[in-house]
């Protein structure tokens, strides 16, 4: 079947972190999703509108929230990262086709969930984190979630505040480069993965950021800490 096309309309954008933005679109009636999956942009070059290539995002909102969020994470020369410095405003519209992907909880298992994620990696689990425990799953969740500096931390305070209300969650924050007076964790993801779920081989695991880190935790999760293939789901923004 066709995936269809639908045209949104920016409603907010505001700049949340270093270099991220939250930018909130209209969400179109007939679009539906699961928690984790994305979608596909159609972005105009800044210079030439006439231009126009596919960029993925995933979906950071639920599927029951009225919008539709992104984290936007920009790289210097980008084409959507130009776009939405330039040219996004309340009521840009842009195309976007979807939803994509598999990367979803996995129905079928009993299993307690571990996210690990960088950056804007954080999106899809934003979305099935609220899902999952909005609809009275009461499995332990974890979710290491790193950045390298206190400036590049975003919905850190909504994370914290969902562990807060649920007593099954459980929000590892960890700095890479952490200043001296930083109280939370430190260093990069993979290396905490151990000391914060020493019965990583027991869960249902959930990874994804940059490519190099999830790459490296699938070879980790595989190689070295007794995880099973049907366990591991990983989503690299390529
Ligand atoms: C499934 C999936 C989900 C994703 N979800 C998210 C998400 O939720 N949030 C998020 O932030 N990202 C996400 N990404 C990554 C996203 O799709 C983009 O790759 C990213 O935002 C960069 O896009 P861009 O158009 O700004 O950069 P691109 O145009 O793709 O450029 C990438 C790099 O190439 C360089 N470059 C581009 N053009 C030139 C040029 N003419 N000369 C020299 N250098 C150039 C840029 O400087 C930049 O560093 C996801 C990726 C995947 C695959």
């Given at each position: 079947m066709a995936v269809p096309t639908y045209s949104v309309s920016c409603i907010s954008k505001t700049l949340i972190a270093k270099d991220v933005y939250d930018i909130r679109f209209a969400k179109p009636e007939s679009f539906t999703f699961k928690p984790g999956q994305f979608i596909l942009f159609d972005v105009p070059h800044?210079?030439?509108?006439?231009d126009i290539q596919a960029r993925a995002y995933s979906i950071a909102s639920t599927p029951g929230e009225q919008e539709l969020l992104f984290a936007i994470k920009l790289t210097p020369g980008g084409r959507m990262s130009r776009w939405v410095e330039e040219r996004c405003q309340a009521e840009s519209a842009l195309l976007m086709k979807g939803p994509f992907g598999n990367f979803v909880l996995d129905a079928n298992t009993g299993r307690d969930f571990l996210f690990i994620c960088t950056s804007t990696g954080n999106a899809p689990f934003r979305s099935m984190l609220l899902s999952a425990l909005q609809s009275g799953d009461t499995r332990r969740m974890d979710l290491i979630y790193g950045v390298r500096?206190?400036?590049?931390?975003?919905w850190k305070e909504e994370f914290e505040a969902l562990a807060e209300k649920y007593p099954n969650f459980f929000v590892h924050i960890a700095l890479?480069?952490?200043?001296?007076?930083?109280a939370g964790h430190r260093g990069r993801v993979q290396t905490l993965v151990p000391q914060i779920a020493?019965?990583?081989?027991g869960k249902s695991i959930y990874v994804c950021g940059n490519p190099e880190m999830t790459k490296e935790v699938k070879q980790l999760c595989l190689n070295e800490w007794g995880v099973m293939k049907a366990d591991l789901h990983v989503e690299g923004f390529i």
């Open positions: 800044a210079d030439n509108p006439a500096a206190r400036e590049d931390l975003f890479s480069g952490a200043p001296e007076n930083w020493p019965d990583i081989s």
